[in-house]
């Protein structure tokens, strides 16, 4: 079953002059957690604000649990759970207090369950919000939008503010939410973060979604960067081998993009003189530009 589908939908602002999305199509399998992934400005949050209902389309359609998002709005909302990319709390109420008001628009609150989410993110609800650091009007954001158990999950970059070990209980909890039968469609400019979480993720830049891909082709692809710190000049070679998809010289070195396992360049590198490698993640921006070229 489709819990998220999304035909050519697009979005321009300012009577035409700013392109927020173009002819996005997709759709989002019942239990699956989605990713959404691009840098900042791609388009993540208008397609999220278009399938809340909260900003008009310019053409296209997008349906949830099988109804219409204009039409079936009401309805569609007492099934979600929604976290924003900017939070947006009263002051004056305490975490209890955004809990008890916002609680009350939704439906079959599992006092259990909220205890739960409570305790694992040791935050303290009798705290006024404008005492809260950012990490924990985040975590009361979350919060706010598991506790009823929604049948879908929306989440806007969902753990900006929360520190490492936070992300790792929020990730576990994403991850539980499955067993009572809900979806999560998130947006991440985090590739860790969604290597960690997801079944599928969509990739989009400059408004235009670019790739579709089961999390584990993704993890297959193992897209890296190396830095090699060396006075030497290294032979052409060594460096273009099989995987490597990018050569560049730098003022310390040279800088590799690289597809797949390293080992083998690794090791060619090892009878040289060089005084560092670092192997890291490389930006979104290196990815869309290196390996899904159009």
Known sequence: MKIVEINKLTKYYNHGKILGVKNLTLDVDAGEIFGFIGPNGAGKSTTIR???DLIMPTSGSASIF???IHTDTIQIKKNIGYLPGEIFLPDVLTGDSCIKYYGGFKQ??????????IQRFDLDTKRKVKDYS???KQKIAVVLALMHKPKLLILDEPTSGLDPLNQAEFYKIIRETKKFGATTFFSTHILEEAEKLCDRVGIIKEGELLKI???DEFREKNIREIHIDTSSVLPL???KQEGVTKIERTTTGYHLITTGKNGKILQSLAKFDIEDIKVSEP???EIFMHYYKK
Request: charged fraction near 30%.
């Open 50 to 52: 278009l399938l809340l």
């Open 66 to 68: 099988g109804l219409n």
């Open 108 to 117: 079959d609150i599992d006092k259990k369950y909220l205890a739960d989410l």
């Open 134 to 136: 950012k990490g924990n």
């Open 213 to 215: 891909e089961n999390i």
């Open 237 to 239: 070679s060594t460096l």
């Open 283 to 285: 930006s979104l921006e």
